[in-house]
């Protein structure tokens, strides 16, 4: 008798430190969840872009402790936003907050004792009052202004591109004479940080103040830097206007002394073109009877490496346009894995209009990519205005209906 009442004794307390230690593993385990880095590289807030580089471990991105938090906290102006994981609502969302309407830079917060802030190239009231008496073709050429800062953090080899605003910009909507402006910031020549602000509806004079941060990058090779502005507007039915463009080569402008503001007009998209792109062999025939453009995308050679882990999958997008709006679109197959591709895909498109004085043709060549989405490699512009190749091409077929005609042509960046 005295053996299974042992026995019990010993089961039950063999159950009660199972159930202790499950207890314990689970606690452990959610105290642990809750402390994970989380799954991004990138934070992207309504006022800014905090870009962190792959070397940069979890604990430098997001696992500062207290003090330094709140030493970053100080050193930062009131006007910018950071992600407060502990204030989103029930559903997980962020509370929305109503964005500032004011089109001057906001200043007004920054700290002297951690900024030293200097003006370059400024409009003054002389140059505002040329502004306003010129001519109306003269106004029709300017593109607006676009409003920035630079700035270089030591402490945490950060570079921060600040961008505040753009002023007097074109109106691309004809009907309600106005704009959706939004900017895609590019740093060259590598071409490895890519970020946007957000579309901002119906405004000329859009007041942006995002702030983007650049984690990793020394000081050393901020003089080797380009920065790309690429203002555009955008359109939901068709593919958005490219309003200019900004190139600010960053040789010989110093950031130690704190923080720089600038001011640089837009100018018009310059489409440069680059041999590494690649070439497309593309052949059209214009049927007059019918009103058809036969397309025909036969080859495409010498097709730059789109990453590091190989040779691209490249594919063509074809996309029809008639004064400007897109009527039809199609593509050819995916390639994989060359650099050298044989596509030999038609396709017939019913032309809307007499004639071909409206229309234009687009090709996009793209890397297909399941994991992200597809790069562009390169592009392809045919039409009566365009330049080079793609002008003499249209000229052709227009000229000499039901010919097919084939020819070779160098890829623009993408």
Same mark, same amino acid.
């Given at each position: 008798?005295? +053996? ?16 202790? @230690? ?23 807030? !309504?006022?800014?872009?905090? +870009? ?22 100080? /050193? ?30 906001? !200043? ?11 003006? $370059? ?24 202004? @676009? ?8 402490? =945490? ?14 109106? /691309? ?22 970020? $946007? ?18 984690? #990793?990058?020394?000081?050393?090779? +901020?003089?080797? !830097? ?23 080569? @960053? ?24 041999? #590494?792109? #690649? ?25 730059? $490496? ?22 039809? =679109?199609?593509?050819?197959?995916? $390639? =994989? ?26 090709? !996009? ?50």
């Amino acid at each position: 008798d005295e +053996i299974p009442t042992v026995v019990g004794i010993f089961s039950a307390f063999g159950l009660v430190f199972s159930v202790s @230690l499950f207890a314990w593993i689970c606690c452990q385990r959610k105290s642990s969840k809750s402390n994970k880095t989380p799954p991004y590289k990138f934070v992207h807030v !309504l006022k800014g872009v905090d +870009i962190y580089p792959e070397n940069l471990n979890s604990k430098k991105k997001f696992g500062a402790d207290e003090k330094s938090e709140a030493k970053n906290k100080s /050193m930062m102006p009131k006007n910018s936003l950071h992600l407060d994981l502990e204030k989103r609502d029930l559903n997980g969302n962020f509370p929305k907050t109503t964005p500032k309407n004011q089109s001057s830079p906001d !200043l007004e917060n920054l700290s002297p004792k951690h900024f030293v802030e200097r003006k $370059k190239d400024s409009v003054s009231p002389d140059s505002l009052k040329s502004i306003t008496s010129l001519s109306s073709e003269d106004k029709q050429d300017k593109l607006g202004t @676009l409003f920035f800062s630079l700035e270089y953090n030591f402490e =945490k080899k950060a570079f921060v591109v600040n961008i505040k605003e753009a002023r007097g910009l074109p109106a /691309m909507d004809e009907q309600s004479m106005t704009s959706d402006p939004y900017i895609k910031m590019t740093i060259l020549p590598e071409k490895k940080h890519k970020v $946007k602000t957000r579309v901002l509806r119906k405004t000329l004079d859009p007041a942006f103040d995002e702030t983007f941060t650049f984690y #990793g990058i020394p000081y050393s090779q +901020i003089q080797d !830097l380009t920065l790309h502005f690429m203002i555009l507007s955008f359109d939901r039915f068709s593919r958005d206007d490219v309003i200019g463009e900004v190139l600010i080569p @960053l040789a010989g402008i110093e950031l130690s002394e704190g923080r720089l503001l600038m001011d640089r007009e837009i100018i018009k998209r310059n489409v440069r073109k680059s041999s #590494g792109r #690649g070439e497309l062999l593309i052949s059209l025939c214009y049927q007059s009877t019918t009103n058809t453009l036969t397309v025909v995308v036969l080859k495409a050679r010498h097709l730059p $490496k789109s990453d590091v882990s190989g040779l691209s999958d490249p594919y063509v997008k074809v996309n029809l346009y008639h004064a400007k709006k897109r009527i039809s =679109k199609k593509k050819t197959h995916v $390639k =994989k894995c060359t650099p050298n591709a044989v596509f030999n895909e038609l396709f017939v498109f019913d032309i809307p209009c007499e004639g071909l004085d409206d229309i234009s043709i687009e090709f !996009l060549v793209l890397d297909s990519d399941r994991g992200s989405r597809n790069e562009v490699i390169g592009r392809l512009t045919l039409g009566s205005s365009a330049e080079g190749t793609g002008g003499e091409h249209w000229k052709e077929i227009c000229e000499y209906p039901r010919r097919q005609i084939a020819k070779w042509h160098m890829l623009c960046d993408g």
